[in-house]
């Protein structure tokens, strides 16, 4: 089982990036997907979640109307789409998959599998 994040780098601060997650984890269709993310010196927080269509997603308040979440189960990778950073969204952030028994979920427990995380820097 692999997770490989990529699409990180520095923005300045209401500059866009797009994150990408290629998976080799068997059927990428059963696995609900999950952003998370650690700035220094804090813990790991959750960003958004997908659910196993694509057809339901769940967004932490402080990036809800900002970030986009969307997944291709042809081509098994989820993406995030962020748009208007600002400073406070300077993180690594991790993908994860996971199979809870809900659509989607904002818990850390419940994903198995983690990608090795990309730098996302927003300059003010």
């Known amino acids: 089982v692999q997770l490989q994040a990529s699409g990180g780098g520095l923005v300045q601060a209401g500059g866009s990036l797009r994150l990408s997650c290629a998976a080799s984890?068997?059927?990428?269709?059963?696995?609900?997907m999950g952003w998370f993310r650690q700035a220094p010196g804090k813990e790991r927080e959750f960003v958004a979640a997908v659910s196993r269509n694509g057809a339901g997603t769940d967004y932490a308040d402080s990036v809800k109307g900002r970030f986009t979440i969307s997944r291709d189960n042809y081509r098994n990778t989820v993406y995030l789409q962020m748009n208007s950073l600002k400073p406070e969204d300077t993180a690594a952030y991790y993908c994860a998959a996971g199979r809870p028994p809900y659509s989607t979920s904002r818990s850390y427990a419940s994903y198995n599998y983690w990608g090795q995380g990309t730098l996302v820097t927003v300059s003010s």
């Open positions: 984890i068997g059927t990428f269709s059963m696995y609900v």
